[in-house]
Nanobody, 119 residues
C-alpha cells in the first residue's frame, strides 16, 4: 500500500492550495483518511480527518479555512486550503487507517508535500 500526496507549493499570504492524496495497492477498506503537518524540529500535528461515513474534524487553527473531502471510489482524500497564512508553512502528510488484508488494520503515511506561505 502506498499513499501519494500532490499539490504542495509556494503561495503568498491569503492564497489557496489544494492537496491530494491517493491510496493504492491491496486495500480492503479505509476507516479514516487524514492530514497532518510538520515543521522542522517539531512534532507532527493533526490538521483534519474524514471518516468513511463522511464525518470530518479539524484542528482549531484551520477551521473555516481548510476543507477536507474524499472520493471513496478512488481512495483519494483532498485538502482545500484557503486564506493561507505563513504559520501554515509545513510539510503536509497524508495518513490513512486502512485494511491491507482481511481483519488487519494499519496506519499508513505518505512521503509528505511541502507547503510554503510567504508573508
Amino acid at each position: 500500500v502506498q499513499l501519494m500526496e500532490s499539490g504542495g507549493g509556494f503561495v503568498q499570504t491569503g492564497g489557496s492550495l489544494r492537496l491530494s492524496c491517493v491510496a493504492s495497492g491491496d486495500i480492503f477498506g479505509i476507516n479514516t483518511m487524514a492530514w497532518y503537518r510538520q515543521v522542522p524540529g517539531q512534532g507532527r500535528d493533526f490538521v483534519a480527518v474524514i471518516s468513511s461515513g463522511g464525518s470530518t474534524k479539524y484542528d482549531d487553527s484551520v477551521k473555516g479555512r481548510f476543507t477536507i473531502s474524499s472520493d471513496s471510489a478512488k481512495d483519494t482524500v483532498f485538502l482545500q486550503m484557503n486564506n493561507l497564512k505563513p504559520e501554515d508553512t509545513a510539510v503536509y502528510y497524508c495518513n490513512a487507517d486502512l485494511s491491507d488484508r482481511p481483519s488487519r488494520w494499519r496506519d499508513y503515511w505518505g512521503q509528505g508535500t511541502q507547503v510554503t506561505v510567504s508573508s
